[in-house]
């Protein structure tokens, strides 16, 4: 009964490094999303794509880039990761119109 | 935007309590989602429920839209009820509430 996976439950990676998370959805569903929760902040958006190749800036999509190369496939990509990057990263795909969302495991992130 | 207020922001109970958790929110929405958060940080569909009534098991919620609110009811807590709920305008862009926070002693 799979939904959403992502790929790693835990990272730890150094600063200065390139990090990719991965989120794969069996639903068929065009629109995907990363957030990320910190204590206190709740849970933010960070990127969303509604359709291959397509993406659209949340409220914090600094020092983030995203890829949609096929539809069941969205990755989040830390371009040099810092220690302020150090988070729970969700993945979540709603259904087609305002339907419910679906959500991965999460991955924690550390960067050291 | 759509403003989601959830209360209370914390709560402790006996396990075999019983507890009711709100979600206010600001403007109409034809969707409204709980999610349960484990330790662990998963998370877990609980329910979707623009209107009405639902139950699974120990859990129900209702939603009343014309009214902007939502509750959370559970019932016979376990200690493995603890973790957040949140509730979510669910959606293009999901839109969450702070959370509750509960904690269910032994």
Not at chain 1, 30 to 36: D, K, L, S, T, V
Not at chain 1, 37 to 46: A, E, K, V
Not at chain 1, 66 to 93: D, G, H, P
Not at chain 2, 53 to 67: C, D, F, I, W, Y
Request: hydrophobic letters at 35%; charged letters at 20%.
């Amino acid at each position: 009964d799979v939904k959403v996976t992502q790929s790693s439950r835990y990272l730890v990676k150094r600063t200065g490094e390139k990090v990719f998370l991965e989120c794969v959805q069996d639903m068929d569903h065009e629109n995907m999303f990363w957030y990320r929760q910190d204590p206190g902040l709740g849970l933010r958006l960070i990127y969303f794509s509604y359709d291959v190749k397509m993406k659209e800036k949340g409220d914090i999509p600094e020092g983030y880039s995203v890829s949609r190369e096929k539809k069941e496939r969205f990755s989040l990509i830390l371009e040099s990761a810092s220690t302020n990057q150090t988070s729970m990263y969700l993945c979540a795909s709603p259904g087609p119109g305002e339907t419910e969302a679906f959500f991965g495991q999460g991955t924690r992130l550390t960067v050291v | 935007g759509i403003q989601v207020e959830q209360s209370p922001p914390d709560l402790i109970l006996q396990e075999g309590a019983n507890s009711t958790l709100r979600c206010n929110f600001s403007d109409s929405v034809n969707n409204l989602q709980w999610f349960h958060q484990n330790p662990w940080g998963q998370l877990i569909n609980l329910f979707y429920i623009p209107s009405g009534t639902k139950q699974n098991g120990r859990l129900s919620a209702t939603t009343v839209a014309t009214e902007r609110y939502s509750l959370l009811y559970i019932s016979s807590s376990q200690t493995t009820d603890s973790g957040v709920y949140f509730c979510a305008v669910a959606g293009f862009k999901t839109i969450f509430g702070a959370g509750t926070r509960l904690f269910v002693k032994a």
